[in-house]
């Protein structure tokens, strides 16, 4: 029976941190963008994050965001959320749910701590500015 089951994988849709000039903070700032570079629209797209780990041996953790996005077109991307500084220190997770047809698709995609930085960036597709890619 449980060979039966066909788990899809997830391939072409991926998370990017990319760092931008914000007016409102007058400074850098880290954005979360989801990218489908796959041929398919994602329907009924819905993010969940959240940041977790140890700060001088205590245990932190943030509250739980939630995104929804109605359709995600194929080859195009979509912002998601603004990092805070203080979480780059924490691993931040994001749980990604959406439709291609009838079929459920789903991956965790995790940010480790400390790995958003200016240092680890590379081209993201599609977008075509640096930042740090989790697939």
Known sequence: ??????????????????????????????????????????????????????????????????????????????KVELIEQSVLQLNNEFMLTYFIGNTLYDKKFTFRKNTINEHATEEVPILFVNGVVVK
């Open 1 to 78: 029976m449980k060979s039966d089951i066909i788990i899809p994988k997830v391939e072409n849709v991926f998370l990017a941190a990319v760092q931008e000039w914000s007016d409102d903070f007058n400074d850098k700032v880290w954005y979360v963008y989801l990218v489908n570079d796959s041929d398919f629209d994602l329907d009924s797209v819905m993010l969940v994050s959240k940041a977790f780990g140890t700060v001088d041996g205590e245990m932190k953790k943030t509250s739980l965001l939630r995104h929804a996005f109605m359709k995600v077109p194929a080859v195009s991307v979509q």
